[in-house]
């Protein structure tokens, strides 16, 4: 476990474009040790959170009733299935597809944007010029000598290894009811989807997708439970 979690410490130091592993022994001792070290975490969040809170340093903000509104099964169905599936599928697939990351860049910016908008034509443009932005950008590199792409990949992947990440903590805040990045506060509240997010991109990187979805699926069973068991 050791080794596991300082290969995943090495590999955030300069996240790289990983060959993809087929060992079964290290990817369950790599998956274990990523989880007991997102638990750790989020726990210790958990704590820093509630004595923010006491000393009134942190406004709360409800979360989601996720449990009210679609009863036990419901509640497992989104969070343990249709959630990981989705949320894998658009922000930790195109880790490992160059035209992929392309769109995912320009539709994620676009989104960002939106979310701060209430005009729905606004809205529709932005999405439609951010789909416009990256057929172009993907053109032009189909144009170029493969070599130029290549080399292009490697040098932006550490931004966007953790552009994904930090993407995927910031679209956490709609768990949350009137929660923005006006209130520094947000910082706490998304970190432990952040992190998961580095989690999740190691293990899309290195194992694959369905490894990503299912230490998705494991980590929001294990949340969910401890949600039950402490109110």
Not at 68 to 94: M, N, S
């Amino acid at each position: 476990m050791k080794k596991s979690l300082l290969l995943f410490y090495q590999f955030l130091k300069k996240p790289s474009f990983l060959k993809k592993q087929r060992d079964k022994k290290v990817l369950v001792k790599d998956f274990a040790a990523l989880f007991f070290l997102s638990l750790f975490f989020s726990t210790l969040l958990v704590a820093v959170f509630y004595l923010l809170l006491h000393f009134n340093l942190i406004k709360e903000h409800e979360g989601i009733d996720l449990l009210k509104q679609y009863g036990v099964l419901g509640t497992l169905a989104i969070a343990c299935l249709f959630a990981p599936l989705l949320e894998e599928l658009f922000f930790r697939w195109h880790l490992r597809d160059l035209h992929g990351s392309i769109y995912f860049v320009f539709l994620s910016m676009a989104g960002l944007i939106v979310s701060q908008i209430d005009r729905p034509l606004i809205q529709f443009g932005l999405v439609i010029g951010a789909l416009l932005l990256a057929v172009l950008v993907i053109e032009f590199l189909k144009k170029r000598r493969k070599i130029y792409a290549i080399k292009l990949w490697k040098k932006s992947y550490p931004f966007l290894f953790y552009y994904t990440a930090i993407v995927f903590g910031l679209i956490h805040l709609s768990n949350y009811e009137d929660l923005t990045i006006a209130d520094p506060s947000f910082l706490i509240y998304i970190a432990s989807q952040t992190f998961g997010g580095l989690s999740l991109g190691y293990l899309r990187i290195k194992y694959g997708l369905f490894y990503s979805i299912l230490f998705h699926a494991c980590f929001n069973l294990v949340a969910f439970s401890l949600a039950i068991a402490f109110g």
